[in-house]
């Protein structure tokens, strides 16, 4: 091995260096790589629905069992729709898609469907948290107003806040299930979508990051965010509300 002799800055002494290069032979490097979803994890691709119908105060979103406003997708939650489709069909399309129980996840998913000739499979564990005396359109009422509880909310990061709405670890189980029923039936190796709401979607990323409750609940109507799952339970949040693909 040819050995050079280089000046130590911390010495007076001089230091062996080893000069492979000096007869040829090049030593290994380690460039920097892009992030690939391991062979044993599958990748979640969350879609926030499009927006929904505007609430008119008297005339309450329509509910279904188990008490959830159902509001159809206003026209411009179509357009997202239409833009989202665009965004995630492209190759590699996805294995799965994957909505809850209320209309505005299907009527979002139904562009993606028609690009990719897959069936959406319904996760009822993913439904929107439950707001009990606010469901139907009060809580954009009250939020728009300033209502001090729903600043209160807001403030202390808590769902339950609001008169019957559902408590933390309920809401935290149920989605968990959900995202695990969704990793169980796609496997390995595989990228699927889920088209889901605002809060699953936060409280989703919550569980990956150990944030604040709130601190992801703000995901826009159309959004991309990206979660890598591993069998064992690990959750890696790799991108949030990316919305590139739904323009200025």
Known sequence: MAIALTYNPCGDE???KDDTRLRGVHAPTYPQRPFAVPAEATEVVLVRHGASQAHVPGEPFQRIE???ADPPLAPEGHD???RVAGRVAAAPPPHAVFVTSLQRTAQTAVPLLAATGLTATVVHELREVH???WE???LRVRLAHGDPLALRMLTEERWSVIPGAEEADGFAARTRAGLDAIVAASGPGTSVVAVVHGGVIGELCRQATGSRPFAFVHADNGSITRLVAWPQGRLLLRSFNDTSHLGP
């Open 14 to 16: 001089p230091r062996e």
């Open 66 to 68: 188990g008490g959830h």
């Open 80 to 82: 997202q729709a239409d």
């Open 131 to 133: 707001l009990g005396e």
């Open 136 to 138: 139907g359109g009060e």
